[in-house]
Structure formats: structure tokens, C-alpha cells
């Protein structure tokens, strides 16, 4: 396979241009977008796991703060993807306005938790929720108990690895075919979740409690959803909301709304950059379709099963306290709540398949963005040249894609061993520390590249602020919250042994690099500081 290495000189950079092509619609940048945000299993976080940890918070109110906070954060993105249309993303944003240092650091954050527990926590929901979900649904369509056990078989440790495992290299030979190609399988899996989503949420718009009251007795045995109530009166849910329990939920919206701009990542490789208002509906759109859907949902779970019955079965499924009532072989997802609505066997089998589109939509992205930070370092002289060679027939980094995929294999061994769910949670925390500093740079842009600034499509003032460093300073307060939040709720394993020591392994190690790299291409005559005064050639 022939490569791009060195087509012509710079003196700064390895090469005068990328040899990355600008082939990514608008049309298939939002979708990219939206599949990280990801409408289906953003539900997960909110319906799930927040009223599980903080069965007192108010869900709507979080929706409505955080949506806000993460629309500017989003906003953001956009303003520096259309000045700064590099792939690398927010590499090259916050090396060339923050620090050199610090933004080489909060690109090595990223790029090694999307690569590492990152890859492995998404390959594992499907493998450990998107495959059994499936089966489940296949077995109560087909009345077959033997697909019902394989549902239960598809969850043990061996099987969710060896799924993990494949469907990550799948995924993998994908992006290593170009991205192209990528943005055509995305189109299908997408259309297919939203589908799904569309059944679910008609589905639960003509349920009410005592309809699923019934069907949930009908699958559970009688007085199931009885027994689910009691659980839920002996534990006083549902409680008064309080602001400290809401503002506590703020890091699941964050999981998903951190990362709306996420084709920033590829931007060298991003058709329309120069358009502002298109780029901003690319990535805003994403975060604005994300809190009506959420919105929506909450108000159709509640309308169709009740909050009561939502804080009851979430505290059964968490604490294990599932002998009597629990009537899901899955985790009690909104899905799972729209299925067992309907014998329609059109219908079980779109929203099963919408699911499993769902549960792997996440993977592609966190195996692309550090394929396209490691291009972006080696470009500036970073890391090895071999990391910015580009294939000329696919355009794609080859040998930073398979080294990420290596990486990721290994990840996933490692974080099964320890436990992937606590993982999981602290990938959440880890991205939203690396995501942190692209708000700030948005803020301080003006002011720290003026000239860069008066020049660019961006120059826009309200009441004389430029409106790149408010969205910048709402967005910023956005992610300290998400990362305060995180750290102070000990529900979310931020603090547990195994991940607490992955994130200080994370952040030290990346200290060490930039210092050892540094230094070595110092000793080689080229000093990296110059090479950050500059922004790289295409």
C-alpha cells in the first residue's frame, strides 16, 4: 500500500501538506455528531444511572441547564473549527492559544482514554448490553428458550470480551478503508437507531401506567409491578427534588454533551469549514436535538411507567435487589419499557436492531480521534514520522489506525480484568478533562491571536464582547462543572482504586512525554515552541 510521507519541505512541520482530502459532507459531520452524542443510549446516563445515584434529582431542570451549558460548548467548536480547520482538532487549538504544554497535555488525555478504556467501555455495552437486549427480544418472538439462554450466555465475561474484542477490529478495518467509507456504513446505522427511537417513542406515547402495569405482570408473573411499587414505598420514591441532587446529574448529560463537536477531531478533513453557521449546525444541532429527545423521553417514561416505577427498578437493578418483581433480563432501559408494550414482531425486531446500532454507534469515534491527535503530534515533529504517514489510494493514517486498534485490544483485556463498568464512568471524567480546554481557548482567542482573530470569519461583537469569548465562558463553566460533579459524586468510581490510579497514570505519563519529546527534538535543532507560534499547512 503506497504511503505520503514527505511530498515536499517544511521547516517547521514533517511536510508542507497533510495528504489528508477534504471528504466529509456536512450532512454526514452532523450525523457524526449526533452518534457520539448518541439520542439512544443517552437515556442509558439519564434514565438509568442518574435516577439511580441521585434518585432526587430533577431530570428536566438538568436537561434544560446542561443543554444550555453544552450548546455554548459546542458553539465554541464551531468558531475554532471554522478559524482552525486542521485535523487534530483541539490539538491545534489549544497548543497555538492556551500553551503549548498544557494543550499538548489535554490532547494526550483524550487521545489515551478514547483509546484505551474509552474503545474498550463502548465495544463492551455492545457486547454486554446491544447482543443479550437483542437475543432477549429474538426469543420472546420466536417463544425459543434456547435463544434465551444464549442471551444469558452472551453476557458472561468470556463472550462479552471475545464480541468486544471483534467487533473493535470490525470497526477498525472500516476506518482503515478511509472515512469515506466509514460515513456510508454511519448513514445506514444511524437511520436504522432512528428508526428504532421513532418506534419506542410512539410506542410509549400510547402506554400508560396501568396499560404497563398489565404487560409488565404479563412478563414478570402477577404482582411483579405491585412488588416494584412496594420497593419503591419502602424507599420514599419518589423524593423532593433538591438543587444539590440535580446539579449532581450534571455528569450525565455531560457524557453526552461533551462531545458534540467531536468532528473537530478530522477538521483537515471537513468540506464547509469556512461557513460558520453550517459548521455550528454540524455540532450545535446535534446538542439541541439531544435535549428535546431527552425532554421528550422523560416525559413519555413518565407518562408510561411512572417516575415511582423508573427509581424503584433502577435501585433494584443496581443493588441487586432483583429476586422478586425485576422483570427484565437486561438492564430496565426505556427500550426495554416501549417492548414489552407490543407483541408486534415488525416492530420488536426494528427497535432490537435500533438498539444494537445505538449501543455501537460510539465506537468509531473514540478509535478516530486519537488516530487523528497522533497524526496531528507527529505532524509537529510530536511524535514518529510514521504516525502522519497518509495512505494515497484510502487517506487515512494506516499506521496510527492499527497501532490504536493494538491498543485498544489490549485496553479492553485489561479494564475486563478490573471491571468495566467503574471504567466506564471515569472515561466519562477523563474526556470531559481533556474536552475542557477548547471552551477556554474559545474564550481567550481574541485576545491571545488578536490578529488571527480581526482576520477571521469569527470577528463578531455583542455589546462589544466578542461573542467567540462568551459562548467560550459559558461553555468553560460548563465543563468545570461536569468535572466538579464528577469527582464529588462517589456513585461515579471517579475516586474508586482501579480507576483513580488509571486517571493519575494518564496525566503523569503525559506530563513525561511532552517533557521527554520536547527535548529530544530540541536536541535535534527544532524548537517545538516555534513550531506552536505557527498553524500547519494543509
Known amino acids: ?44 446516563f439519564i434514565f438509568e444511572f442518574g435516577p439511580y445515584a441521585r434518585p432526587a434529582g430533577n431530570i ?58 474509552g474503545t474498550a467501555s463502548v465495544a463492551w455495552i ?48 472500516i ?54 411499587q412496594q420497593v419503591a414505598r419502602e424507599n420514599g ?24 463537536g467531536a468532528t473537530n477531531w478530522f477538521a483537515g478533513e471537513l468540506q464547509g469549514t469556512r461557513n460558520l453557521r453550517r459548521v455550528f449546525l454540524t ?20 407518562h408510561a411507567v411512572g417516575q415511582r416505577f423508573l427509581l424503584a ?4 437493578f443496581f443493588t441487586g435487589a432483583t429476586a422478586h418483581g425485576y422483570g427484565f433480563p437486561s438492564d430496565p432501559n426505556y427500550f426495554a419499557f416501549a417492548g414489552i408494550t407490543t407483541d408486534s414482531l415488525p416492530l420488536l425486531v426494528i427497535i432490537a436492531i435500533a438498539w444494537l446500532c445505538w449501543s455501537v454507534l460510539y ?52 479494564a475486563q480484568f478490573f471491571g468495566m463498568t467503574k471504567f466506564f464512568i471515569a472515561a466519562g471524567f477523563l474526556v470531559n478533562v481533556g474536552l475542557t480546554g477548547a471552551s477556554f481557548s474559545a474564550a481567550l482567542f481574541p485576545y491571545r491571536r488578536r490578529e488571527l482573530f480581526e482576520a477571521s470569519g469569527v470577528n463578531m461583537r455583542w455589546l462589544g464582547i466578542p461573542v467567540i469569548t462568551i459562548v467560550g465562558v459559558i461553555g468553560s463553566i460548563t465543563m468545570v462543572v461536569a468535572d466538579i460533579q464528577f469527582l464529588s459524586v462517589k456513585e461515579f468510581f471517579v475516586w474508586a482504586a482501579p480507576t483513580l490510579w488509571f486517571s493519575l497514570a494518564v496525566g503523569i505519563s503525559g506530563i513525561v512525554y511532552y517533557v521527554v519529546a520536547r527535548g529530544l527534538e530540541k536536541s535535534r535543532g527544532v524548537d517545538v515552541g516555534l513550531v506552536y507560534s505557527e498553524i500547519p499547512p494543509e
Open 237 to 260: 420514591f419518589p423524593p423532593p427534588w433538591t438543587w444539590l441532587a440535580t446539579l449532581s446529574l450534571f455528569p450525565m448529560m455531560a457524557i453526552p454533551g461533551q462531545i458534540g
Open 126 to 173: 455492545f457486547a454486554h448490553s446491544g447482543i443479550p437486549f437483542a437475543l432477549n427480544i429474538v426469543s420472546r418472538v420466536v417463544k425459543s428458550t434456547t435463544i434465551a439462554d444464549m442471551a444469558v450466555t452472551s453476557a458472561n465475561d468470556f463472550w462479552t470480551t471475545v464480541t468486544s474484542s471483534l467487533i473493535i477490529i470490525a470497526f477498525g478495518l
Open 363 to 414: 465506537l468509531p469515534g473514540n478509535l478516530l480521534g486519537p488516530v487523528r491527535f497522533m497524526f496531528a503530534w507527529s505532524f509537529d515533529r510530536m511524535a514518529p514520522q510514521a504516525f502522519a504517514n497518509v495512505s494515497t489510494s484510502r487517506s487515512t493514517p494506516v499506521f496510527a489506525t492499527v497501532f490504536i486498534i493494538v491498543l485498544a485490544e489490549i485496553s479492553l483485556l485489561m
Open 175 to 228: 476506518l482503515l478503508r478511509g472515512l469515506g467509507v466509514y460515513m456510508k456504513v454511519q448513514r445506514v446505522l444511524f437511520a436504522l437507531g432512528l428508526l428504532g427511537l421513532v418506534v419506542v417513542t410512539v410506542l410509549l406515547v400510547k402506554t400508560n401506567v396501568p396499560s404497563f402495569a398489565h404487560d409488565y405482570d404479563h412478563l414478570s408473573g402477577a404482582g411483579a409491578f405491585g412488588t416494584v
Open 60 to 117: 428536566y431542570l438538568i436537561t434544560l441547564i446542561a443543554g444550555l451549558g453544552f450548546l455554548c460548548v459546542a458553539a465554541s467548536y464551531a468558531f475554532l473549527t471554522s478559524t482552525f480547520p486542521r485535523t487534530g482538532g483541539e490539538y491545534v487549538f489549544n497548543t497555538r492559544i492556551l500553551n503549548g504544554a498544557l494543550g499538548f497535555w489535554l490532547s494526550w488525555i483524550l487521545a489515551v482514554t478514547l483509546a484505551t478504556i
Open 1 to 44: 500500500m503506497a504511503t505520503s510521507t514527505s511530498p515536499d519541505v517544511s521547516p517547521l512541520f514533517i511536510r508542507g501538506s497533510t495528504g489528508l482530502v477534504r471528504e466529509v459532507k456536512s450532512s454526514d459531520q452532523f450525523i457524526f455528531n449526533a452518534c457520539l452524542v448518541n439520542y439512544g443510549l443517552a437515556g442509558v
Open 313 to 316: 427498578i433502577n435501585y433494584m
Open 283 to 302: 455540532m450545535g444541532g446535534s446538542i439541541i436535538i439531544l435535549v428535546a429527545v431527552i425532554e421528550l423521553q422523560t416525559y413519555l417514561i413518565y
